[in-house]
């Protein structure tokens, strides 16, 4: 049995009740509801979610040398082109070692470029070359669709309350965590 499983299974007694009960839950103050009707945790189900994100966004963004990798780069470039590298790798949320060969990649494939800052020649600054620019034009109607039909039935106000729940946890999460991965 996998340390997850360990974990669901051994909730305490309160816990469970709230899962079973979603009224208990809202009624009870003192422990959160963490588990679903199937004993799934919160972290369980984002990771699902996640996963099933992942294999979509795969199919929409693979073509002329893009990875589902370099989507992550290039949707950070596109809200701010120029940055450098060590901010994009925060912002990617991937560690600077680790971009350093997905920008040695991308730059193969003509999607970026690198060139040294004008006012500080120790920072390297990442711009989107034009192809790089194009195919992130071309990609970003499909993957916008998708990321539609993924909510599609959810109510404005439960998206709002979602953003917000989400928010927290993260914020709960970065609060107790020595790793800095860069999410805002």
């Not at 469970?16 to 103050?29: E, I, N, V």
């Not at 509801?33 to 972290?43: I, T």
């Amino acid at each position: 049995m996998n340390r997850l499983a360990i974990e669901e299974s051994d909730q305490p007694e309160q816990t469970k009740r709230s899962a079973a009960d979603p009224d208990a839950a809202q009624t009870s103050s003192v422990v959160p509801q963490v588990f679903d009707e199937r004993q799934r945790s919160v972290a369980w189900l984002i990771r699902s979610v996640f996963r099933l994100y992942t294999a979509q966004l795969q199919q929409l963004v693979t073509r002329e040398g893009v990875t589902i990798g370099h989507w992550y780069y290039l949707r950070v470039l596109a809200e701010q082109d120029g940055l450098v590298q060590r901010e994009l790798s925060k912002r990617v949320g991937i560690a600077a070692t680790t971009a350093v060969p997905a920008l040695d990649d991308m730059e193969k494939h003509g999607l970026v470029v690198r060139q040294r800052d004008t006012k500080d020649r120790r920072r390297i600054c990442v711009y989107l070359t034009p192809k790089g620019r194009r195919l992130l034009d071309e990609m970003l109607p499909s993957v916008a669709a998708m990321l539609e039909q993924s909510i599609a039935g959810v109510s404005s106000k439960d998206m709002t309350t979602f953003y917000k729940v989400l928010g927290q946890i993260t914020e709960n999460l970065k609060h107790h965590s020595d790793d800095d991965i860069g999410i805002d």
